[in-house]
């Protein structure tokens, strides 16, 4: 077991000045962003795909998150170079895990294209670092996603997909099955002037709304991202991360083409649809949200889990997770793979109690190799797509243990959980006797 630990606490003081004025406050953050395309020129496009990074700076060290409308992306060669020429200490690839890349339908290789994109990216935020300061918030509304694996007669869930006499193809009748996680998180950075800049959105569901279009598409999440940007007159960067999604599918789904020269055409409307209902409580929670002063602290904390297989015990999972605390109230849970959403809740519920905002960032990728599916011990065990329909499926109970993780985490980041052996024995207090009376 591998463990990394970074632990900033930084105060700004503001010295009195000759004559007994202060100086103006500033922030001790750095921020800097940035967008960039990452769509191929030689496919079919509906809507482009795009790189956004947001960089944070507290005391030299610099943490960069790059949201990317793609499947997935994991990348050393963008982890090194982003390390050696822009000085970034931990990089963490979020990918929309969208199904409208060109890798479902095109025979080419995009990987080295995204990667220059995604570093051309994170030089260009760099470049432009600003003064800036950091708040969250989150935000409950009716659910946008469903349960996808139903459970049917035999007791045990089918995909949405697979259709019998009780339930219909893709769910057209939109039942909202659940529960999912209906919890909309913002993080807003703004600089010194109280600016907004970037708008994080952090959302629970798989981003295909879309799928077997066979023309590039950034999904739902592209599309409530734009309108985030819109609603602030194109002065912010938001960035998307995903959530817990692996069993979740959006109620905004729309029939799929069967090949390229299907004569159906994609209806995008409802993509559209959902972008923009989550972009309007997005926006709604970024303007409710303000920063309480111009001090940041960013706690930081790197671990690893080992794993076998579930049904293969010869197969090894080395799962790489970071645990983030930004002033003391903002947990970051930072995970690869495509975690059940019932592990999200069941964490988030926990961590309330010490945590006013804590935001699960699923599909992001720090090192190592993503493991796939991560279902709960309950959705193990009710089967299905993603929890054991292949010889490949992580064991039952990883996921519960990768949470519990960050749930211990979080008391190590505050120095809450003891290192070594706390005080031991005791010392009698004085005695009493009770008197007994009639």
């Not at 956004?52 to 170079?81: H, T, W």
């Not at 600016?195 to 879309?210: E, G, T």
């Not at 985030?228 to 999604?245: D, I, Q, R, W």
Request: aromatic share 10%; net charge neutral; glycine share 8%.
């Amino acid at each position: 077991m591998k463990k990394r630990i970074a632990i900033l606490l930084l105060c700004v003081a503001t010295p009195f000045m000759a004559g007994g004025h202060a100086p103006a406050a500033k922030p001790n953050l750095l921020a800097g962003t940035a967008k960039t395309s990452i769509t191929p020129a030689t496919e079919p496009v509906h809507d482009p795909m795009f790189a956004r990074c947001l960089i944070l700076e507290l005391d030299g060290r610099r943490y960069a998150f790059v949201s990317v409308d793609l499947p997935g992306m994991a990348s050393n060669r963008v982890k090194q170079v982003c390390r050696e020429k822009y000085g970034i200490d931990h990089l963490m690839l979020c990918a929309s895990h969208n199904h409208s890349a060109p890798f479902r339908y095109s025979k080419t290789d995009y990987s080295a294209f995204y990667e220059d994109r995604v570093i051309e990216c994170v030089k260009d935020a760099a470049a432009g670092m600003f003064e800036a300061t950091v708040c969250a918030g989150r935000k409950n509304f009716p659910q946008l996603g469903f349960i996808r694996l139903i459970v049917r007669d035999d007791g045990h869930a089918r995909e949405s997909w697979y259709h019998d006499e009780h339930h219909s193809y893709l769910n057209r009748e939109r039942i909202p099955y659940g529960p999912v996680d209906d919890e909309v998180g913002v993080l807003k950075i703004s600089d010194a002037e109280g600016r907004p800049r970037v708008i994080v959105m952090n959302y629970a569901c798989h981003a295909d709304a879309v799928c077997d279009n066979y023309e590039i598409s950034a999904d739902y999440p592209g599309a409530a991202a734009k309108k985030v940007e819109e609603a602030f007159g194109g002065s912010v960067n938001c960035l998307f991360v995903n959530g817990a999604a692996g069993n979740v599918a959006p109620l905004f789904t729309v029939p799929r083409r069967t090949g390229p020269d299907d004569p159906l055409k994609t209806d995008y409307s409802q993509m559209e649809k959902m972008g923009a209902v989550l972009a309007h409580e997005t926006v709604k929670v970024a303007n409710s949200i303000s920063p309480q002063g111009l001090e940041t602290s960013i706690r930081y904390m790197e671990d690893s889990l080992s794993f076998t297989g579930r049904f293969d015990k010869s197969l090894r999972f080395d799962v790489r997770i970071a645990t983030i605390l930004i002033n003391g109230d903002i947990l970051l849970a930072v995970n690869p793979g495509e975690l059940f959403t019932q592990l999200a809740i069941d964490w988030k519920n926990k961590i309330r109690e010490e945590v006013k905002t804590p935001l699960y960032f699923g599909y992001t990728w720090i090192d190592g190799r993503s493991p796939g599916y991560v279902p709960d011990i309950k959705g193990a065990a009710l089967g299905g797509f993603g929890a054991d329909q292949n010889d490949r499926i992580i064991e039952v109970g990883a996921g519960e243990q990768i949470m519990n993780r960050h749930y211990g985490n979080y008391f190590r980041l505050t120095e809450l959980m003891r290192n070594t052996v706390g005080p031991s024995g005791f010392t009698r207090g004085p005695r009493w006797r009770m008197e007994l009376t009639q």
